[in-house]
C-alpha cells in the first residue's frame, strides 16, 4: 500500500461481492464469467463525490488539466462508432503526427459521456494514444444520483448490449489506418467495473486499467485475462474496501494474471478524476497513479 497519509471525506456508494456469494451460473464458461462480473457491478457501483473546482493548483503541467478541472476548449469530436445503436455517440481524440498510434477505448462513469471524461481523451491523445471514450448510455446523461443510478441499472440489465457497444469501439479502433492494432480500456467506478467485466467477457484486448471499480476475487474466472491489469483504489473506500482489492490481487496471483495494483492511503472513492474536489490531498496519490498508468500503458500497448 502506497504510504499517503492526509483525510479525505468525500461520500461513496459502491460495494464489491464476493464471488462466493453469488449463485452457480449455468451457462457457457464465457457467459458464466460475463454473469459473475455484471453481478458485481449490480450489487452497486455507483460513483459520487463531485465537489467544486478548484481555482488554481500547484500541479499544473504535471497531472493532466483533465483532472484538475483546468482542461482547454474540447479538441476532438464526436464520432457514431456502433452501428447497433445509433443513438451511441462517442468522443474522439487523435495524436497530432502520422503515427500509427496505439489506442484507449475510455469508460465512463454512472453519469454517462460527460465533458470531464471527453477531457482526460485529450489527454490521453497528447500521451500518444488514438482515444475514443465510449457512450454506453446511448446519449443519455444523468445530472442526479437518482437518475444516475437509474441509468446504470438500466444499462447493467443488459450485459450483451455493453460487450457489443465495445466491441464495436475497438474494432473502429483497430480499423483505423493510424491505430497499430493494440486496445486497451481505462474505466472509472462504474466503468472500472465494466473494463473488467470487459476484460472476461470481450473480445481480445491488450490492456485493462481500473480505477476504483468493482472487483471479482475468483482465481478461475480471472484466469481468462491474457495481460497485465493495472488498478488504483483508495484506502477510505467502504464499497471497495482494501480487504477486497487484496483478495483481487491475491486471486490475480493464482491465476497468474500480471498486475499493477495499488491502494492510496487516506483517499476515497473518485480522487483520481477529480483532483480539483481537494488538490491538497489528492494530488500526491493522483501523480503516482497517473505514473504509474503511463508506465503501465506504455509496456502493454507500447512496446
Known sequence: MTAIRKFDWITLSCRAVRSD?????????ARNRLALALAILLAGASCTGDAPPAQSSPTEGILPAAVLGTAAPLAGQPVSYYAGDDAAVGYLAVPEGEGPFPSLILIHEW??????????????????????????YSGQIGSTPAENGALM?????????????????????????DVTGRVGTLGWCFGGGVALTYALGG???EATAIFYGSLVTDPAVLASIDHEVYGSFAEMDNGIPPETVNEFVSALRAAGVENDVHIYDAVNH????????????????GLDAWQRLKGYLRRTLSD
Open 270 to 285: 473518485g480522487f483520481w478524476l477529480r483532483i480539483d474536489g481537494n488538490p491538497e490531498l489528492r494530488t500526491e496519490p
Open 21 to 29: 456469494e453469488l449463485a452457480p451460473a449455468t451457462k457457457s464458461v
Open 153 to 177: 441499472r438500466e444499462h447493467l440489465a443488459d450485459p450483451d448490449a455493453m460487450v457489443a457497444n465495445l466491441d464495436a469501439a475497438a474494432r473502429f479502433l483497430r480499423e483505423r489506418d
Open 203 to 205: 473480445e481480445h484486448h
Open 111 to 136: 453519469n454517462g459521456l460527460v465533458d470531464r471524461i471527453r477531457e482526460v481523451a485529450d489527454a490521453m491523445a497528447a500521451e500518444g494514444y488514438v482515444t475514443l471514450a465510449a457512450d454506453l
